[in-house]
């Protein structure tokens, strides 16, 4: 889909920012602003999964075959991914830390943090941020990366791809499994949560649970080409709505997000709007902004021996995430992206050939 004819970037960019701003807060031991019962920064990465979701299914669809998917998927997560691992490791922690480097660099934890690159969660790393006020986390957005992987495959599985254009209605697979995921959800995280959450591959099932339900909304809305009916007066109707009569209880405010979210999100984010549908022309920030942001924060804070007010974190953190997030997304992203043409022809020429 192409970003200069909507307004996707605009969306994804404001979403990432939206995060600093409300990570701000518990970085700083404060409770963070609340949208629908949400703190700011779980409703913005329940935007991200929402146009993830509709986008990669997209993706899926149209693919040359589960290989190529794939790799595609790869492409765009691990490159940068990897090169934040190895600044925080090679860089950040050994400038920042009160260990000598030989004690830096002999520390399991250095080692156990690459963990990272290959999605297993590891948040701490030697001594680094021990004195900040939010103790034992260099980076926490880094949680959402094996989620989001996890339901690139799952999306794989759940729309089956029709053989031919002329074939039968899609399969309901996506829906019912969607339908499973929101029962789940409500049920386990905002009706009856456990008191001690499972954890797989270092992710917290119940933090996953929370946002897989948006990743697979935004996706039924691709898979049955429900996009005809976005219109963004109902949109706005939608919002006003919200602001009205919000729900008082958690599993009412999350149902009821789970109709209005997705559906205003995309409705905005598939127009083309006057000078916001321009935003991305110099490029895709918003996943270099989500990845560098939680980590300069803590950067800021430490540098500032957490005498600055959340907002001031956020101001001062947000231009520095955003010219790291150019810097991923020119010298680190675009480049790997370019591989995708390559792949296009590999996987095609295989299915040829096969």
Not at 30 to 58: E, H, R, Y
Not at 291 to 304: E, S
Request: hydrophobic share 50%; aromatic share 14%; net charge positive.
């Amino acid at each position: 889909m192409d970003s200069r004819s909507n307004n996707f970037d605009c969306v994804r960019l404001l979403a990432a920012l939206a995060v600093i701003y409300g990570h701000a807060f518990p970085l700083a031991l404060l409770g963070s602003p609340t949208l629908l019962g949400n703190s700011i920064q779980a409703f913005a990465v329940k935007i991200f999964f929402s146009i993830s979701g509709f986008l990669i299914c997209k993706s899926w669809v149209s693919s040359a075959g589960l290989g190529n998917y794939i790799a595609k998927r790869a492409l765009r997560i691990f490159p940068a991914l990897i090169v934040l691992v190895l600044v925080t490791v090679l860089i950040v922690g050994p400038v920042l830390t009160s260990l000598s480097f030989s004690e830096y660099y002999s520390n399991l934890t250095v080692l156990y943090y690459l963990k990272n690159i290959m999605l297993y969660p590891v948040y701490n790393l030697v001594d680094l941020f021990s004195y900040n006020s939010y103790k034992g986390a260099v980076n926490g957005s880094l949680w959402s990366l094996p989620v989001e992987f996890f339901m690139y495959i799952l999306i794989a599985l759940l729309a089956i791809k029709r053989k031919r254009a002329v074939d039968a209605s899609p399969s309901s697979v996506l829906f019912i499994a969607t339908a499973i995921m929101v029962s789940l959800s409500l049920r386990l995280v905002h009706h009856t949560t456990p008191e001690i959450h499972p954890v797989v591959y270092g992710t917290d099932l119940i933090s996953a649970l929370d946002v897989a339900p948006y990743f697979l909304i935004g996706a039924l809305y691709s898979y049955y080409s429900l996009e005809r009916f976005f219109d963004m007066g109902v949109a706005l109707f939608l919002v006003g709505f919200a602001v009205l009569f919000q729900p008082t209880s958690s599993v009412m405010q999350e149902a009821f997000l789970y109709v209005v979210a997705p559906y205003v999100i995309l409705s905005f984010a598939t127009t083309k709007t006057i000078y916001l549908h321009r935003v991305g022309r110099y490029g895709d920030f918003s996943y270099g902004i989500y990845l560098y942001g939680f980590l300069i924060q803590q950067v800021v804070n430490a540098v500032t021996k957490n005498s600055i007010s959340p907002l001031q974190n956020a101001l001062v953190s947000m231009p520095l995430a955003v010219l790291c997030a150019c810097l991923s997304w020119h010298f680190i992203e675009k480049p790997a992206l370019k591989y995708k043409t390559n792949l296009n022809f590999i996987f095609i020429r295989g299915k040829q050939h096969g």
